[in-house]
Every structure is written in C-alpha cells, then in structure tokens.
C-alpha cells in the first residue's frame, strides 16, 4: 500500500501492520477514519468483521446465540467475534470492535476473551460442545 500521501498516523498505523502486530487499538475523535481503517486496511480475503457497542448489548452480539427458525425449532447464529475467528474457513478474519469503552462489564470480559492472543483465546460454543479458537490470521 502506497502510504507517502496518508497522514502520519496512517502511516505508522500501516507500518505496525506491515509488522504482524495483530491487534491494534486506534484512538482518537469521531470522524477521523479509525472504523474505516479497520475493516479496510491491510485486511485479508477472509473478511472484516463489525461490532459497534452499547450499554445494551448482551454476548450474544459477541459470541451468538440461539434464535427461533422458519419451522419453529432453535438454531444456533454466531455473533461477530465468533465469524472473524471462523474467518474463510481457512484464514481468521478481522474483528473490528467499536466504541468498547460503552460496553457493560459481562460483554467486556466476553469481549477480552475473544480478542486475547491465539494461543490462550477460547470458548465453547454451547450449540454443540465444542472448544473453538481463533485460526490463524485473526486480527483485531
């Protein structure tokens, strides 16, 4: 990515990229392109991820949940982080998580439990027992 006319921050933003730093927190006011650089930058075929906080969010949003089918019965819907893990398939994708700071203290902890490094990210999925981790190439 050619980066010569991007603000500095870009820049560096792009450069820790370059690095394999995978998870990253931007800071800074509104409208500064913080969400936009997330799920568009430097970000792999498997897909980015959103996930904008609230007071009112539950895990669900996060992890997922079971919700009511066509024919009645309950299936299971993943939530963000869950389909960034998951990625392609093959390649984590991104999770980009917005406004975290709005998020209560349950979806919090959810939420750095998600976003903790490979090797000590996991979480059973109460559909069907499994523990399930990130693959490889999850960023946040």
Not at 68 to 86: E, L, M, Q
Not at 125 to 133: F, S, Y
């Amino acid at each position: 990515m050619n980066t010569e006319n991007l603000p500095q921050c870009w820049q560096d933003f792009n450069d820790v990229l370059e690095a394999g730093i995978d998870r990253v927190i931007l800071f800074g006011p509104p409208g500064t392109g913080k969400t936009y650089a997330g799920l568009n930058t430097s970000v792999s075929d498997s897909g980015a991820w959103r996930l904008v906080c609230t007071e009112d969010m539950t895990n669900f949003d996060v992890t997922g949940g079971f919700l009511p089918d066509k024919d009645g019965s309950f299936g299971w819907h993943d939530g963000a982080a869950v389909k960034a893990w998951r990625g392609d398939g093959i390649v984590g994708g991104r999770l980009v998580v917005d406004e975290i700071d709005k998020a209560g203290g349950d979806v919090f902890a959810t939420l750095l439990a998600m976003t903790d490094t490979v090797d000590s990210a996991k979480w059973e999925n109460p559909a069907n027992g499994r523990v399930e981790t990130p693959r490889d190439g999850f960023t946040v």
